[in-house]
């Protein structure tokens, strides 16, 4: 029995048998949970954020950043946002026309998300029209058919997370 105690995983139960424990897991099996789990809690903390700040490269080449409402979000790989095309020269749309790299960034409390990505202005109308429960009327008196509506698609590349005290960046496939 003193062979148990140095060699747990092959402790001797019956003198011709050798039962061996599950084996640890392993560096990278350890690290693809931790992702996980805190990809988990990013998609949470923007279920808990209905406001967000969206970052666009202006005409002038420096970084915009507006706060908008998310319109949806699918996990925090896909989010949805709308804007107006009111001037041909400034603003989200014609910066997204001309350079679609992006940033979004939302936090709560202490924890916070960075978004690295692209944003896609969505043409297709019946995409459009997914959206048209939360079209603002205010801003747009015909809905996702107003000619001034635009609806953006963003989708990550890159996200760095600092949820509970631990931080973390991901890449994700384009």
Request: proline share 5%; charged share 25%; with cysteine.
């Amino acid at each position: 029995m003193y062979y148990n105690r140095l060699y747990p995983q092959f402790a001797i139960t019956h003198p011709n048998s050798i039962r061996v424990s599950a084996m640890p897991k392993t560096a990278n099996e350890i690290q693809k949970e931790r992702t996980r789990e805190i990809e988990e809690k990013a998609v949470q903390l923007l279920e808990q954020c209905p406001v967000v700040t969206l970052a666009s490269v202006n005409e002038n080449g420096y970084p915009r950043i507006c706060t908008v409402s998310k319109l949806k979000a699918n996990g925090f790989s896909e989010i949805y946002f709308e804007t107006s095309k009111r001037s041909p020269y400034h603003g989200k749309a014609v910066h997204f026309q001309n350079n679609p790299k992006a940033s979004v960034g939302y936090s709560l409390g202490g924890d916070s998300v960075t978004l690295i990505g692209n944003v896609e202005i969505v043409q297709d109308m019946e995409e459009k029209k997914a959206f048209a429960q939360q079209c603002n009327p205010q801003f747009f008196k015909k809905g996702v058919e107003d000619p001034r509506h635009v609806l953006l698609r963003f989708r990550v590349i890159e996200a760095t997370f600092w949820i509970e005290g631990k931080f973390r960046t991901c890449r994700y496939k384009e």
